[in-house]
Every structure is written in structure tokens, then in C-alpha cells.
């Protein structure tokens, strides 16, 4: 059993009652609640009403709102060690629990690297004291992130690391891929992969195109991306790795993942909530904030993930949580740093794919929580009997303007900076213990 | 010209790029630099126009050409003219940028002429500080006012810019001459071709409106203009281009090339040339070349620029950022 920064268990039972319940592989809202004790979910259902529950227990009316299961995000980075003026774990985990995400995976670019087992202790033990929700690191694949030397994946899975992954950089070399594959394939660990070939991609800063040419800045092509995900997918064939294409943003890469799929071969994917709902054109006049790794695409590109996303063909939504301060944002376009903010805007943003029509809630959850959890293999990702009660409470139609100032991250690098969104998390718990609460 | 728009007014605060101008903007533009190229050749060259008026040309860029020409329009005009040429070394380019901006900006100047190595300097500069900001080349972006003098060298030569041919040749990715003399011509209903090897001219220019050629022979054929571009040196490394003498020999203009245009066709360039890479010296100084014309147009319409964003002096009240 894998270690997990469990926060302390409340011993007093816990009631949502008047629920709309989101249940893993239900298709349609159901009425009921849900019964909390220990931090573990001890009922679910039309049974849990409020005469039915043990007297002493805490009783909370949700007036019909939607209770889903946490949020699980496989990519995020939580500033520690070595980047706490972009982020803390305090603080990252304060932006998840508000935006009701109730697991982290840290990306393990910090300063250090996560490429050793203290280091993984280190994050472990500062989330277990500083951290809202639960944090779990990812390892280097490689050591120090060199694209060159496999590290240490056994003592790193036994320290608590969940996957390994060398995080916003891909391995360049198919030889060191292929090892470092072959090698984790023996702990049955996950390797995740960031999906540009950096040669091909040379000094592009945004995607290929008519626009980039408007713009005058260097593009990158799409082909930088298949490229790579098309050289993966053959080593997986190779060596039988559990893989995991960390943000696909192609069209293209959509039909990479199901020739590999129908093919059998043990591959999943994920797309950042950036990809599904913004494309290219958001850039306008030069918005750094707008400059993300993979770059945003074409709104055909866009299309094609969110219908790949709607038929399960893409498994998981990250945020791609990526803080940068004002100092390595307020710069022309080129020399700005990637990244955009989004633990706290995920799930509201996701929630627009839902209001359009293209995704139904329930493909939305699970790919933000169950889905997750299945290719982890962690427990909690679920609103069932057994599973640790990490639960969220939203009203998918409640609408909001996104102000930069009330979010909780260190750094303010949000796209989504005054954008209308629905879906506001009223209500946070992570095993059995309430870590939010909307005013 | 005979029928200027003296009742009509440049609607902007600030000229970051040809993007975002009317055919009307443009024409306005053009006709004050009529007027300013006959105060350029009286023997009294000055106004008064800005009078009192701090004009500051910030380069981050080395140019001699431009910056002079910005410098004699603003004194031309009686403005006040600092030069800050920022030459830096480190990767950072942008902290300088902003530091600068921020700085410059406190002490009051009216008028910030920039140019910068990297695409959207303008526009991020124009966000930070107070007053006017004219762009004078912002990496492979934009580069308006030299659009507009090479749209005044062809109006005064051809009579007209409708329905003309231009041609333009050579390194078309990273040129931001091309990108704003594109945008411009097209407005007033020329004709555009770009001409290039794929290396420097990717097909995706075609959905900017303009005819994509690969070789001189069809590209030249029946033009009006031929606008040849500078090559970086540097475009030798890295694949582009796999020699000088090859370039030379496919897109270099020669007299043989030239002779696939209209006879009369006008022969520009930026500059500075490099003769012997992108053009013979033979034409470079031939009669149909107008190359030293277009300098001398440089400074007319950078004073008609000057002219029109100082309408807008002190900047009070404007909200449009373009």
C-alpha cells in the first residue's frame, strides 16, 4: 500500500443529505447521500436521509447540489523544494481544496529533483504538515531530470514516489527511453511522458501556423509532439511499460493513442484543462499567460480532444498547474516562461465542456477523478462504499467571475483571468475531514 | 498629392503595426508624408510642431538607418530627441525592456520610438507606459513605418498602389519588413507574391492572402515592384539556406532575373544590402533601383507619424490601444 499524507481523521460521523450524487460508472445524477465515519465512505445512496443516521453525527443539507468524489490531478507543480516564491504546498494545496482537487501529483522539476528517496520523504513529511489535500510525488525518470541516467525507480516507488516522469522535459534519446522503460517495467511502475521532440520544436514558442506567422514569434509543429508520442508508443511495444502520454494536444496524437489502444498496448493519456477550452487565438496581443508546454493548438485541435476526451479515448483532465511570478511572465512573449495556474479553475472550466453539450458530467468526473485513480491505482477517486471519503460539493450551474486576487495560489498566471465560469466548489473534504468551505 | 484628408484624423494613440490600420489610416499617413518631404527639401527644414514635445528612441537593436531617420523627423518637427541605444548582452533581454520602460516612462517623454529583437516588445510596452509608443521593428513582427515609406517610394513612382504586382523576395519567415508591407499593399488592393525557398517562406504565408512562389522566373513574371529582402547571415547555420553562392545563384536578383519582371518595375530593399547574396550590385544601382529614394521617404513618413500620434499630445483621454 502506497503512503499517502493523510490528514487527521475526524472522528465525528459526517451526513451530506439532499445530494445530487455524481457515482463512479452512474451515467445520471442520483438523489441521496452519503454517510462518513473514520474518513472512509460507510454509505452512499437513497438510504442515507437524515433519520437514518447514527444521532451524534454532523448533518449537512446540500439543497440539491451535485457531491462527486475529490478531484484527483495527475500534474502539478507545489513550488517545493527550491521554487517557494512561485509556490508552497501550503499554498497549492489551499488552491486545490478550493477548487475542490483532494489529490496532488507534485511534478518532480523542483530544486532539487524529486530523484531521491529523501527528497521524496521530504515532500511527503511537508505535506503531512503543511498540506490541505493529499500530495503525492512523482519521481524523475531520469536522474536530475538529464535525460540520460535511469534513477533509482525502486527505491524511489518504496520512498512513496507514485510514477516517474521527467516532468516538463522529454527524453530526447530513444535509447535512454528504452531502458529507462525497460527498467520501471520490472516494478510495474507508471512512466509519464512529456511529449516534444526538442530539436524539431527548436525555438518555437507557440503553435505552428497562420498565427504565429502573424505574429511574427517561431512556431512549433504539431509533428514535434506525434513524433515523439509515435517513437513512445513503439518502445512500449518494445518493453511492456505501463505509459502514460502526459498532455496530448493534437489531433493527430488523438489517433497515435487509438491505433495504440485498439492495439492493446498498456497506454493512457491525459489533456490539460487548457487544451480543452482554450486554442491558439486566446493569445490576442502576446498574453504570456496564455504561453503553456504544449503550446495551446488550432480550434480544430481543440475539437478533437474534447470529442476525443467525450468517447474516453483521452482518460484524465489535468490542471497543468504551473505558478510563475510577475518577473518571468511580464516579458515579450518568446522569453516568458511556460505555464498557467489551474488547480482552482479546473473543475468550473472543465464544467463549460459539460454546459455546451460536448462532455456529460459524468465523463467530466471521472476524468478528473476515477480515472485518475484506476491508472495510480489509489483508492480514494471514487464516491463508493470503502473508498476514503474524498468528497466535493458544487452547484454546476452557479456562475462566477474569476478574479486573479481571491485565488489562492502564490502566483496570479491564471488564462482564466475574469472569465465567466459556472460550478463554484462550495464544499471540500479530504478523508472525512472538511479542508473547504465556499463564505 | 492633389486631394488630401485634411478634415480627416489618425484615429490611434499609439503605431505598433500595420495590423489594426484602416486603408483610410494609411492614406492619411501617406498624404502628410507628401507634405513633409517638400518641408525636407526646402532650404528651412524646421516646424514647430512639437515644439516642447520629448521624443526618445529606444533601441535594443543596433540601426543606424532608422534611428537617424527617427531622430532628423523629430527634430525636423521641433521636438526634443534622446537616443538610448540599449545594447545588452544577457538572455534576459525582457527585464531590460520593462526596467527601461518603467524608468524612461517617469521622466515624462511624449513620444517613445522602440525596437526590440523580440515579437510583441511594442505592444508590451505600450501596455506599461503613459505616453505615445511607435514601433520600429519588434523581432520577425512588425515593422510599420518602413511599410509606409516603401508604400510612398511606390505611390510616387507608380502613381498608384491598386492593382499593382509586388513582389517580395527572400527571407519572408523572419522578416517583419515583409510581414508589414503585406499587410499594408493588400489594404490599398495590391497584388502580393512572396518568393522563397520553403525553408524561409513555410506555404501557411498563403492564408495571409498572398501568392507563394518557389522559384524567381514565376514569381517575377509581369511585377510592378520587387522587393528583395535582407539575408542573415546567420541563416547560413541551422539549415536555411545551404550556402551564400547558392542563394545567390536561385534568389538573388540579377539583371537576368530582373528581366522576367515589367520593364519598368521598380527594383527596393531596406537595407542594408548585402551585395552579391540577395542582390547584384549591377541592379542594386541601376536606374529601375529606388533604394536611396526609400531612405530619403524614411523620413518623411516618420515625421507624419510623429505628426499624427502628437494630435493625441498629452495623452489624455484616449482609450484605443492601437
Given at each position: 500500500m502506497m503512503k499517502l499524507s493523510t490528514p487527521a481523521i475526524a472522528h465525528q460521523p459526517m451526513a451530506l443529505v439532499n445530494c445530487r450524487l455524481a457515482q463512479t460508472g452512474v451515467e445520471k445524477?442520483?438523489?441521496?447521500?452519503?454517510?462518513?465515519?473514520?474518513?472512509?465512505?460507510?454509505?452512499?445512496?437513497?438510504?442515507?436521509?437524515?433519520?437514518?443516521?447514527?444521532?451524534?453525527?454532523?448533518?449537512?443539507?446540500?439543497?440539491?447540489?451535485?457531491?462527486?468524489?475529490?478531484?484527483?490531478?495527475?500534474?502539478?507543480?507545489?513550488?517545493?523544494?527550491?521554487?517557494?516564491?512561485?509556490?508552497?504546498?501550503?499554498?497549492?494545496?489551499?488552491?486545490?481544496?478550493?477548487?475542490?482537487?483532494?489529490?496532488?501529483?507534485?511534478?518532480?522539476?523542483?530544486n532539487p529533483p524529486i530523484d531521491e528517496p529523501a527528497v521524496v520523504?521530504?515532500?511527503?513529511?511537508?505535506?503531512?504538515?503543511?498540506?490541505?489535500?493529499?500530495?503525492?510525488?512523482?519521481?524523475?525518470?531520469?536522474?536530475?531530470?538529464?535525460?540520460?541516467?535511469?534513477?533509482?525507480?525502486?527505491?524511489?516507488?518504496?520512498?512513496?514516489?507514485?510514477?516517474?516522469?521527467?516532468?516538463?522535459?522529454?527524453?530526447?534519446?530513444?535509447?535512454?527511453?528504452?531502458?529507462?522503460?525497460?527498467?520501471?517495467?520490472?516494478?510495474?511502475?507508471?512512466?509519464?511522458?512529456?511529449?516534444?521532440?526538442?530539436?524539431?520544436?527548436?525555438?518555437?514558442?507557440?503553435?505552428?501556423?497562420?498565427?504565429?506567422?502573424?505574429?511574427?514569434?517561431?512556431?512549433?509543429?504539431?509533428?514535434?509532439?506525434?513524433?515523439?508520442?509515435?517513437?513512445?508508443?513503439?518502445?512500449?511495444?518494445?518493453?511492456?511499460?505501463?505509459y502514460h502520454a502526459a498532455i496530448v494536444s493534437t489531433a493527430a496524437s488523438v489517433e497515435v493513442i487509438r491505433k495504440a489502444k485498439s492495439a492493446g498496448l498498456p497506454v493512457t493519456c491525459g489533456t490539460s484543462i487548457n487544451h480543452l477550452t482554450l486554442n491558439e487565438n486566446d493569445i490576442g496581443d502576446y498574453r504570456t499567460f496564455l504561453k503553456v508546454a504544449p503550446p495551446l493548438r488550432h480550434e480544430d485541435d481543440r475539437l478533437a480532444l474534447v470529442a476525443a476526451l467525450a468517447e474516453g479515448l483521452i482518460d484524465i483532465i489535468v490542471s497543468d498547474h504551473n505558478p510563475q511570478d510577475v518577473e518571468t511572465k511580464r516579458l515579450p512573449f518568446a522569453e516568458a516562461e511556460n505555464g498557467a495556474i489551474g488547480l482552482e479553475t479546473m473543475l468550473a472550466a472543465g464544467l463549460r465542456l459539460v454546459h455546451s453539450g460536448d462532455v456529460t458530467l459524468s465523463r467530466l468526473l471521472s476524468a478528473m477523478s476515477s480515472r485518475p485513480a484506476e491508472i495510480l491505482g489509489l483508492p480514494q477517486g471514487r464516491l463508493e462504499v470503502g473508498a476514503p471519503a474524498d468528497i466535493i460539493r458544487f452547484d454546476p450551474d452557479e456562475p462566477f467571475v474569476v478574479d486573479p486576487a481571491s485565488l489562492h495560489s502564490r502566483s496570479k498566471n491564471t488564462p482564466f483571468d475574469e472569465a465567466r465560469l459556472q460550478g463554484r466548489v462550495k464544499l471540500t473534504i479530504v478523508g472525512g475531514e472538511i479542508v473547504w468551505e465556499a463564505a | 498629392m492633389s486631394d488630401p484628408?485634411?478634415?480627416?484624423?489618425?484615429?490611434?494613440?499609439?503605431?505598433?503595426?500595420i495590423e489594426g490600420l484602416s486603408a483610410q489610416d494609411i492614406l492619411i499617413l501617406l498624404d502628410m508624408a507628401e507634405d513633409a518631404v517638400a518641408i525636407s527639401r526646402q532650404i528651412e527644414k524646421k516646424r514647430a510642431t512639437l515644439r516642447g514635445r520629448t521624443l526618445i528612441n529606444l533601441f535594443f537593436e543596433a540601426s543606424t538607418r532608422t534611428?537617424?531617420?527617427?531622430?532628423?523627423?523629430?527634430?525636423?518637427?521641433?521636438?526634443?530627441?534622446?537616443?538610448?541605444?540599449?545594447?545588452?548582452?544577457?538572455?534576459?533581454?525582457?527585464?531590460?525592456?520593462?526596467?527601461?520602460?518603467?524608468?524612461?516612462?517617469?521622466?515624462?517623454?511624449?513620444?517613445?520610438?522602440?525596437?526590440?529583437?523580440?515579437a510583441g516588445a511594442a505592444h508590451l510596452l505600450a501596455h506599461k507606459v503613459d505616453c505615445s509608443v511607435i514601433n520600429a521593428g519588434d523581432g520577425a513582427h512588425e515593422h510599420p513605418t518602413q511599410a509606409l515609406l516603401d508604400a510612398l517610394t511606390i505611390r510616387r513612382n507608380k502613381g498608384r498602389i491598386e492593382g499593382l504586382i509586388v513582389a517580395i523576395c527572400g527571407d519572408i519567415l523572419h522578416s517583419r519588413v515583409a510581414r508589414s508591407n503585406i499587410l499594408l499593399l493588400s489594404r490599398l488592393g495590391a497584388r502580393l507574391r512572396v518568393v522563397g525557398p520553403s525553408t524561409l517562406l513555410p506555404s501557411a504565408f498563403e492564408r495571409l492572402g498572398v501568392e507563394?512562389?518557389?522559384?524567381?522566373?514565376?514569381?517575377?513574371?509581369?511585377?510592378?515592384?520587387?522587393?528583395?529582402?535582407?539575408?542573415?547571415?546567420?541563416?547560413?547555420?541551422?539549415?536555411?539556406?545551404?550556402?551564400?553562392?547558392?542563394?545567390?545563384?536561385?534568389?538573388?536578383?540579377?539583371?537576368?532575373?530582373?528581366?522576367?519582371?515589367?520593364?519598368?518595375?521598380?527594383?527596393?530593399?531596406?537595407?542594408?544590402?548585402?551585395?552579391?547574396?540577395?542582390?547584384?550590385?549591377?541592379?542594386?544601382?541601376?536606374?529601375?533601383?529606388?533604394?536611396?529614394?526609400?531612405?530619403?521617404?524614411?523620413?518623411a513618413v516618420r515625421m507624419a507619424v510623429l505628426e499624427a500620434l502628437a494630435e493625441h499630445l498629452p495623452n489624455a483621454n484616449h482609450d484605443d490601444h492601437v
Open positions: 445524477l442520483q438523489p441521496g447521500g452519503v454517510l462518513v465515519v473514520d474518513g472512509v465512505i460507510r454509505d452512499v445512496g437513497q438510504a442515507v436521509v437524515p433519520e437514518s443516521l447514527p444521532p451524534h453525527a454532523r448533518v449537512i443539507d446540500c439543497g440539491g447540489d451535485v457531491v462527486a468524489a475529490g478531484l484527483i490531478d495527475l500534474c502539478a507543480f507545489v513550488g517545493e523544494p527550491g521554487g517557494e516564491h512561485r509556490e508552497t504546498i501550503a499554498s497549492a494545496t489551499a488552491a486545490a481544496a478550493a477548487g475542490g482537487v483532494t489529490t496532488i501529483i507534485a511534478r518532480p522539476d523542483t520523504d521530504f515532500l511527503l513529511r511537508r505535506a503531512r504538515d503543511t498540506g490541505r489535500v493529499r500530495v503525492v510525488p512523482a519521481a524523475a525518470l531520469t536522474k536530475g531530470l538529464n535525460g540520460a541516467d535511469t534513477a533509482e525507480v525502486g527505491l524511489l516507488l518504496e520512498a512513496g514516489a507514485i510514477a516517474f516522469t521527467d516532468g516538463p522535459r522529454s527524453v530526447a534519446n530513444a535509447r535512454v527511453m528504452r531502458r529507462a522503460m525497460a527498467y520501471a517495467r520490472d516494478f510495474n511502475a507508471l512512466v509519464i511522458h512529456h511529449l516534444e521532440d526538442p530539436d524539431l520544436a527548436g525555438e518555437g514558442v507557440m503553435n505552428e501556423g497562420e498565427l504565429a506567422l502573424r505574429l511574427g514569434l517561431p512556431g512549433i509543429p504539431r509533428e514535434a509532439e506525434t513524433i515523439m508520442l509515435d517513437r513512445d508508443i513503439r518502445l512500449v511495444a518494445l518493453t511492456g511499460t505501463r | 484628408h485634411p478634415i480627416l484624423r489618425f484615429r490611434h494613440r499609439h503605431l505598433l503595426g534611428q537617424s531617420s527617427f531622430e532628423l523627423a523629430g527634430k525636423r518637427l521641433g521636438a526634443d530627441v534622446m537616443n538610448m541605444s540599449v545594447q545588452t548582452s544577457s538572455v534576459k533581454k525582457g527585464e531590460t525592456l520593462i526596467d527601461t520602460a518603467m524608468t524612461l516612462n517617469a521622466m515624462r517623454p511624449d513620444l517613445i520610438v522602440v525596437r526590440h529583437a523580440q507563394v512562389f518557389r522559384d524567381m522566373k514565376n514569381g517575377l513574371a509581369d511585377a510592378d515592384i520587387v522587393m528583395m529582402l535582407r539575408l542573415q547571415k546567420e541563416r547560413m547555420n541551422g539549415g536555411f539556406v545551404p550556402s551564400s553562392r547558392e542563394y545567390f545563384r536561385f534568389f538573388g536578383l540579377d539583371s537576368e532575373k530582373l528581366s522576367y519582371a515589367k520593364k519598368d518595375a521598380l527594383v527596393m530593399h531596406p537595407g542594408p544590402m548585402n551585395r552579391g547574396i540577395e542582390i547584384a550590385s549591377l541592379v542594386a544601382d541601376s536606374p529601375q533601383s529606388v533604394v536611396r529614394e526609400q531612405v530619403e521617404m524614411g523620413v
